[in-house]
């Protein structure tokens, strides 16, 4: 198993706790949820989680351009930082995390008006977005880290990473998505999706897609050697694995 495999399967068990996903898009996993670890095996990953307005939030690392209509000295290009902020001229820190550009752009122009500017118009564009973004893993060609747009699938995102390399085992995909302070996976057959078989699901950005090897045993020893006692036998079947 590569070295960024384990990495991925070890950034799942940071997390602890259990919720409830949606019905969205379906998997191989078809049985109730189970937990393995901190890690939800679910037939059906929950929605994507989207700003109070309903459209994308900004999340840590984005690059944001920040623009004072009248007040050029204003603008500025900046990063949001690791506690959801970022700085601009006057108004100091403001939140952005979890903001929609929209969103963002309102808090911004009522910082202006308490105290500085008349009537301000504020744009908001995301130079750089890490929230559209899609890492892929494994079996690929190339693997990496992708961008995303609303309209992105599993077998696009495939298609970016140069799709499967000679041992890929293509019948069994994971898909991790993170939500609600949890990572869910689910596992889909590709051979299935191409044949039209199965729907292709949409990938988000956040979430991480893995094909593992067809070497199956190899994936299911190391996965048991890292979940520990939690990963009992019938939960490892569920992933196929």
Excluded at 124 to 148: L, W
Aim: contains cysteine; neutral net charge.
């Amino acid at each position: 198993m590569r070295p960024v495999f384990r990495c991925l399967i070890l950034g799942l068990l940071a997390v602890s706790g259990c919720t409830t996903a949606s019905n969205y898009e379906p998997s191989l996993f078809s049985g109730e949820q189970q937990v393995i670890g901190t890690t939800v095996l679910t037939g059906a990953l929950p929605e994507p989680t989207t700003a109070a307005d309903g459209n994308p939030q900004i999340v840590a690392n984005d690059v944001l351009t920040v623009n004072v209509y009248g007040a050029a000295q204003l603008d500025r290009t900046v990063r949001v930082d690791a506690n959801g902020e970022i700085a601009l001229p006057l108004v100091g820190s403001i939140e952005a995390a979890g903001a929609s550009q929209r969103e963002l752009e309102n808090t911004i122009a009522l910082a202006y008006a308490r105290d500085y500017l008349q009537s301000p118009q504020v744009s908001v564009f995301v130079k750089e977005s890490v929230g559209q973004q899609v890492t892929v893993d494994g079996e690929v060609n190339r693997a990496g880290i992708y961008p995303v747009t609303a309209r992105s699938t599993l077998l696009q995102v495939i298609a970016q990473a140069g799709n499967f390399s000679s041992l890929a085992n293509n019948r069994k995909v994971l898909v991790f998505r993170p939500s609600g302070g949890l990572r869910y996976v689910a596992v889909f057959d590709v051979v299935a999706l191409r044949n039209g078989r199965s729907p292709d699901p949409h990938i988000f950005g956040g979430d991480m897609v893995v094909v593992p090897s067809s070497a199956a045993k190899l994936v299911r020893h190391e996965l048991k050697d890292l979940l520990g006692a939690a990963a009992s036998v019938g939960s490892l079947a569920a992933l196929g694995l």
